[in-house]
Structures are given as structure tokens and as C-alpha cells.
């Protein structure tokens, strides 16, 4: 009796064994090594970023169809230094860009004039400052507003998903303001000043200073303002793609020596307090 029952234990741990060891190879057959997304990129002959689609960074220009921008510039010029023949894009609000980045394959980065804060890098890695971007304040120009202080019984709107979120509910918890309304974009906040449905906004320097050039919005900035936020901007890939950040900060690095990258800005109209050096 004795010798069966340690036969079946014998038996018993040579089926397990044997399944476990079975396993195991199912376990690595079906691990597959992903590929280096700058490889990837380098094959299909396209990089594809997300953005929002806000002039002066990067945009499709509806007088010619194409690209434009000083975002879109930088990259395309990356693009062509690294052998890739085409750039895309797709337009995904701002308070998406880094959600869709980390969650949509076929994005290989975001670029619009996103600042490089702790909080933003800790989900995604951002390559070198490519320049500054600041805060400003707009008002109708029928407005009393003048100066920073007349805002106290003010409403003032923001951007959902930016920066400027966090500097104006800081100015209502510091009782600098009445109120703060959050809109989707740039746009409908401008608008909605226009429209008087709120009494101020704080928004991107660079997409006000281009719309209100390029529409006829009743709207001005206050002049004697100083920007509270001057803050880097850069282009941001998935923390995974080291390979792609290496590339993408190495062609940065050529475009600052050799002065590419001073003139895009130049071309875009951004003047040298935009600029940053290393």
C-alpha cells in the first residue's frame, strides 16, 4: 500500500511539473518584444504628433492647406535631419494631448507650446526647451480694466487643461478676483469676452497676440500687466521611447549650434524674450 500511495505522489508531482514546464513555454511564446518606436517611424516614412491646432504653433492653414507654425516647423525640420520624408498631425484638444499621447499608438508625440512642468513630467518625458511662453490678460476694449488690481470684482475665464488654471484660481483664493469660468480652448474664452459673458481672460501670449492680429474680436491686453508665468516649452513623447527622445534632443542640439532653430522662431514672429539659449 505503502509503495502505491508514493508511486501516485511521484506520478502527481511528474504531471505537475510537467505542466508547469508547459506553461512556462506558452508563457514565452506569446511575449513580444515591441518595436523602438523611432524605427517604426523610420519604416512607415511618417511621424505623426498631436496638437491642437492653435496658431501660431501648430495648425493647418486655411489658406493653403498645410501645416504651419513654429511647433511644426521645429518638427518637420527634426523630421528631414532624421531621413522622414512626411509629418502629420491630429488635432486633439489641449487638455487631451498628453492622455491621447500615452494612449493612442499611432501618436508619436505632442507639440503646442506645452511648458515643462513636474506635474507633466511625470507622465511623459519632454525633449530640451525649445523657447518661452508666457501669460497675458485680455479684456473688451470698452472695458474699464486697466490694470491688474481693477480686476477684484472681476470674472475671469481660463483654458480647461492649462497652467493658467492654476494662476487664476490662485488669484480668487487670494481674493485678487471674483470668479473663475474654464473654457475648452482659447477660442470660445476669447469669444466669450467678446460676447461679455465674462469680464476678463488669462490665456497663452502667443495664440492672443496672433488672433486678435488676424480677427476682428473688440478685444485688447493690458499693456502695463506682467507676465506671472514665463515657462519652457517642449515636445513631449511616451517615456518609454528613449531611443526617439535621444534622437529628437540631438537634432534640437544641432538646430541651436547651427542657428535653425533661433530662425523658425524668428520667422514666427516670436521676438527674443521667447528665446532660450541652452
Avoid at 505522489?9 to 518584444?33: A, E, H, P, R, W
Avoid at 501648430?58 to 532624421?82: F, W
Wanted: proline residues 3%.
Amino acid at each position: 500500500m505503502k509503495k502505491i500511495f508514493t508511486l501516485i505522489v511521484i506520478m502527481g508531482l511528474i504531471v505537475t511539473i510537467g505542466y508547469d514546464t508547459k506553461c512556462s513555454k506558452i508563457t514565452t511564446t506569446n511575449i513580444v518584444q515591441g518595436k523602438d518606436r523611432l524605427q517604426t517611424i523610420k519604416e512607415k516614412g511618417v511621424l505623426t504628433f498631436a496638437t491642437s491646432n492653435d496658431p501660431p504653433f501648430a495648425y493647418i492653414n486655411p489658406e493653403t492647406s498645410q501645416l504651419d507654425g513654429v511647433d511644426a516647423d521645429i518638427i518637420t525640420e527634426i523630421a528631414k535631419r532624421l531621413g522622414i520624408n512626411k509629418v502629420e498631425s491630429k488635432e486633439i484638444q489641449f487638455s487631451d494631448l498628453l492622455d491621447k499621447l500615452n494612449t493612442d499608438d499611432s501618436i508619436d508625440l505632442a507639440a503646442n507650446a506645452i511648458f515643462i512642468t513636474p506635474e507633466r513630467e511625470a507622465i511623459v518625458s519632454f525633449t530640451q526647451p525649445l523657447y518661452r511662453e508666457s501669460d497675458i490678460v485680455i479684456v473688451p476694449k470698452a472695458s474699464k480694466i486697466n490694470f491688474k488690481s481693477d480686476l477684484k470684482n472681476a470674472v475671469v475665464g481660463t483654458e480647461k487643461g492649462t497652467k493658467f488654471v492654476d494662476l487664476v484660481q490662485d488669484w480668487k483664493k487670494n481674493n485678487l478676483i471674483k470668479d473663475v469660468l474654464i473654457f475648452n480652448d482659447t477660442i470660445e474664452l476669447l469669444n466669450a469676452i467678446n460676447n461679455g459673458e465674462v469680464d476678463a481672460g488669462v490665456a497663452d501670449s502667443a495664440i492672443v497676440d496672433y488672433t486678435l492680429k488676424h480677427t476682428k474680436l473688440f478685444l485688447k491686453t493690458l499693456t502695463d500687466y506682467t507676465p506671472e508665468l514665463s515657462l519652457p516649452t517642449g515636445i513631449a513623447v511616451k517615456k518609454k521611447d528613449t531611443t526617439l527622445l535621444t534622437a529628437l534632443n540631438e537634432k534640437i542640439n544641432e538646430m541651436k549650434a547651427d542657428g535653425t532653430l533661433y530662425a523658425i522662431l524668428v520667422e514666427n514672429g516670436f521676438d527674443k524674450n521667447k528665446m532660450i539659449k541652452n
